[in-house]
């Protein structure tokens, strides 16, 4: 994971004090990002399960990067409820552009 405080380089935004994704692709890079994985493992259609390191940590990794980088709060139910890179995309899809 990225260290706190720390934005991920392709998220960094010039002359700003946060950072954010834009778009789908963007996400999917901040996806990995939490999962430790290579930039560009996420497609945007894999299943949570197949995920390597998708797990409690991650979800609360996920909780809190949506909500410093989105200024989201990720709503619980429908969080467990996911299975899928989709569901999650669709958890933030109003704030993501493109």
Sequence with gaps: MTAPGRCPAFLR???????????????????????ELPPGTIKGDEPLATLEGWDSLAVVGF????????????????????????????????KLTG
């Design 63 to 94: 909780i809190a990067t949506v909500d410093k980088h989105l200024k989201f709060v990720v709503p619980p139910k429908p969080l467990v409820a996911a299975t899928s890179v989709p569901d999650l995309t669709a958890l933030v899809a109003d």
């Design 13 to 35: 935004i010039p002359s700003a004090s946060t950072c954010f994704p834009v778009t789908k692709l963007e996400f999917y890079l901040l996806l990995d990002t939490i999962l």
